[in-house]
């Protein structure tokens, strides 16, 4: 098997890596509650997966004022 008779140098080595890029994260639309998030994924605000209810969200209560 052929090897080469001298190494690549840093600068070809990063051109090559050059469009190593990161792409930005999909996000969609919760058809229940309109909210965003990831595609294939459960909703976090109202728990819907494929217009089914697959977990049971709580409601946070408005925390009432201590002391008085």
Known sequence: MANPK????????NKRR???KLEPVNISVCPQ?????LPHDVCLKCGFYNNVSVISIKEKKPEEQKGQ
């Open 6 to 13: 001298r190494r690549h140098s840093t600068s070809r080595q």
């Open 18 to 20: 050059a469009n190593w």
């Open 33 to 37: 509650c309109k909210s965003p998030k």
